[in-house]
């Protein structure tokens, strides 16, 4: 025969165990499924073996009422970690959608990484050679030569291109910097639910919050 001890949270079974609390109750093979499984999903089993379900995990079980009741200092705790939780989680995905957007927009997803990373050096050599147009240019030169190009003409496509995405770069930082400070100054979920953003939804780089 199984047993549940009210008093000890435990089962206890008559073939091994060599003795069986005063408080505990006889059960079927299906209640000791059904109470198991009640325990383990952090549930209450009441005097009269009755399964109270948690309403959530800020609540703790009275004996004495034989009820559930809220702790309002847990619940402020877990709703604190949640919602810290959820903002890194929408902190990531802010970055993660700004990024995207400045790869698709700039042509970096379509690109060799090594290509890109020469995208600086390129920068700094057409704002020279636009401040001076004798200013030694050698990654630009080379750059034309491969590509049989007269040099002035690709160092006024990089001073171009340069300045296109400093502006783009600039704008989605302060578009992505402007729903970052939204986001962690969110008090509750609700607020922090309702920052929504989308970059490039329109053509340019854009938020909806």
Do not use: C
């Not at 073996?49 to 619940?75: I, M, N």
């Amino acid at each position: 025969m199984i047993y549940y001890s009210q008093a000890q949270h435990t089962f206890f079974d008559d073939q091994i165990h060599d003795s069986v609390p005063d408080d505990a109750q006889a059960i079927t093979a299906e209640q000791h499924r059904q109470l198991l499984d009640a325990l383990n999903y952090g549930h209450a089993i009441a005097e009269d073996l009755t399964v109270h379900p948690r309403p959530s995990p800020a609540h703790q079980w009275q004996p004495e009422s034989q009820s559930w009741k809220l702790d309002p200092a847990r619940a402020a705790v877990l709703a604190a970690e949640q919602l810290a939780q959820a903002k890194t989680a929408k902190l990531a995905a802010l970055n993660a959608a700004a990024q995207a957007y400045i790869d698709r927009a700039a042509g970096i997803d379509q690109l060799p990484d090594f290509e890109v990373r020469t995208w600086t050096l390129q920068a700094l050599e057409a704002k020279a050679w636009a401040a001076d147009n004798s200013a030694a240019t050698p990654t630009l030169d080379t750059i034309a030569a491969a590509r049989s190009i007269p040099p002035d003409i690709l160092k006024q496509k990089a001073l171009a291109k340069a300045l296109a995405y400093e502006q783009l770069t600039a704008t989605v930082v302060g578009l992505r910097q402007a729903i970052e400070t939204r986001i962690k100054q969110a008090a509750d979920m609700a607020e922090l639910e309702a920052i929504e953003f989308a970059f490039g939804t329109g053509g340019d780089a854009e938020a909806e919050t």
